[in-house]
DNA sequence: GAGTTTGAAACT
DNA sequence: CAGTTTCAAACTC
């Protein structure tokens, strides 16, 4: 399904009426505040080539939303990878508004839930019809497909626009959402209509597409053709193909651990483990989401034969904590080495100028997120004569990274936009560009402020 | 390759 | 939440 034209976005409701966009706000937006992206007010529409952009740009850009977000953001495929989707869903660049979506096992008891074309793990003879697994630490929105003759809930046999009326299905959806703040896809089989289910919103956002998906004689939604949030399936397909030998759908994406390492390709280094089983974080294969493949591990229960134990433990993970399988490096757009360590490292001794450093490893800077003692690892070009300083000092300089940066920039590009399609005088326009970037500073002042404090 | 160091994860 | 233990990778010799 190649999505062709702009479509309308709309809330599954009771009533299931068109929304307005204000109600399909920012989709993937993981933010504990909705405002912070400013994308409350947003059209959204998909190009000809299964581009989207968002239409009508904030009024005000600011910070720590600290990003503007230029009008028409568009969307094409090779933006939606492990690093810039968050760019997708939302340019911003503040830390606040900072996305990535750790995975979940997509299950349902009641509901089947298909990745759109992916076999992994679903037992060729669907004995357990009920679970299927995907990928838990994708970036991605979760694909699947709702195929109505297969549902063995009371829903079943309906057509796609009845079936997602009915509230049963909204419930299961919201409990599947409810396990990960990532958006699942949804294809509903037969009714050219994909939802999109919000983890931030109390219901799935239904979009009505122009075409339908194909459908084959056994009722399963082929996405063969189904451009996604401009995902080519072809290439989302691989994601779900195998859980230990996943192929990198997106050419640009790093290896570095954490960080988009669903798309790390064969080449990623084996394990050593013996005595984790290779069922907890401490082993790298199961941090990032894969099974183990060509591992120098022992007694490795990291695989497909031990598949229940790897479920437990994968809740087990996320039980202790949500954000276990989340990229530890976010902000990272692929071929760059730019971004920041979601959590921060806690390096005493290393000077977090060895690989022992998580940041170091991933070839970013430390930032104030990180608790390390003794930390050399920052820009010493941006030092700016600050050599000398305390760690909070380096760090408050750590403030200003290069994503806060092109985040200024955007902001005053937005403003310089906007001067010119109100066709402003350029002093008029000069004007509004330094006040937005008087206005960035504060931002960035009162983020130095509170980072010290 | 064995032993040591290191810091994240897990545990208490 | 802080302190301790466990673990595997990074590092050194």
């Not at 399909?24 to 581009?51: L, M």
């Not at 019809?129 to 063995?152: A, K, M, Q, Y």
């Not at 999109?196 to 979009?207: H, L, Q, S, Y």
């Not at 000077?351 to 170091?360: D, H, M, T």
Request: glycine content about 8%; proline content about 7%.
């Amino acid at each position: 399904m190649i999505l062709t034209g702009s479509f309308h976005a709309s809330r599954m409701d009771s009533s299931t009426k068109e929304l307005k966009t204000a109600q399909s706000k920012q989709p993937y937006v993981e933010s504990d505040d909705p405002k912070d992206c400013g994308f409350e007010d947003r059209h959204v529409h998909f190009g000809p080539a299964g581009t989207a952009f968002w239409e009508e740009p904030p009024s005000d850009a600011s910070l720590p939303e600290i990003v503007s977000h230029p009008h028409q953001q568009t969307i094409h495929p090779g933006m939606v990878d492990p690093h810039s989707f968050s760019r997708f869903h939302c340019p911003c660049q503040s830390t606040q508004c900072q996305i990535s979506y750790p995975d979940y096992l997509l299950e349902s008891q009641s509901t089947q839930y298909h990745p759109l074309t992916g076999a992994m793990s679903v037992p060729s003879d669907n004995s357990h019809p009920s679970t299927v697994l995907t990928p838990w630490f994708s970036n991605e929105p979760i694909l699947c497909s709702i195929i109505g003759g297969d549902l063995h809930t009371p829903v079943a046999g309906i057509s796609a626009p009845q079936l997602i009326e009915q509230v049963q299905v909204q419930e299961e959806l919201t409990e599947v959402t409810s396990h990960t703040s990532q958006p699942v896809v949804c294809n509903v089989s037969g009714g050219g209509h994909v939802l999109v289910v919000n983890p931030c919103e109390p219901g799935p956002v239904f979009f009505t597409l122009e075409s339908a998906p194909a459908q084959t004689d056994d009722g399963l939604t082929k996405g063969k053709d189904v451009n996604v949030l401009g995902i080519p399936t072809q290439a989302a397909c691989v994601l779900y193909e195998s859980g230990d030998q996943i192929t990198s759908m997106y050419p640009n994406a790093s290896s570095g651990r954490g960080a988009g390492m669903m798309c790390e390709s064969k080449s990623r280094k084996p394990c050593h483990c013996t005595r984790s089983l290779c069922l907890k974080l401490y082993c790298e294969c199961f941090a990032n989401g894969v099974m183990c493949s060509n591992c120098d591990c022992s007694n490795c229960h990291n695989n497909a034969e031990h598949e229940v134990k790897r479920h437990k433990a994968i809740k087990s993970c996320l039980g202790r904590n949500p954000d276990a399988f989340r990229p530890k490096i976010a902000g990272r757009k692929s071929g760059e080495v730019k971004g920041w360590h979601n959590k921060g490292c806690n390096c005493k001794r290393s000077g977090c100028l060895k690989n022992y450093c998580e940041c170091y490893e991933a070839n970013i800077m430390c930032t104030s997120s990180c608790k390390c003692v003794g930390c050399r690892n920052y820009d010493d070009s941006s030092e700016m004569g600050f050599r000398g300083r305390t760690d909070k000092d380096t760090l408050s300089v750590s403030v200003i990274t290069p994503a806060v940066l092109e985040a200024v920039y955007g902001c005053l590009l937005a403003q310089a936009e906007q001067a010119e399609r109100e066709a402003q005088s350029p002093a008029q326009a000069e004007q509004m560009v330094l006040h937005e970037f008087g206005h960035c500073l504060t931002q960035i002042v009162k983020a130095m402020f509170k980072h010290n404090t």
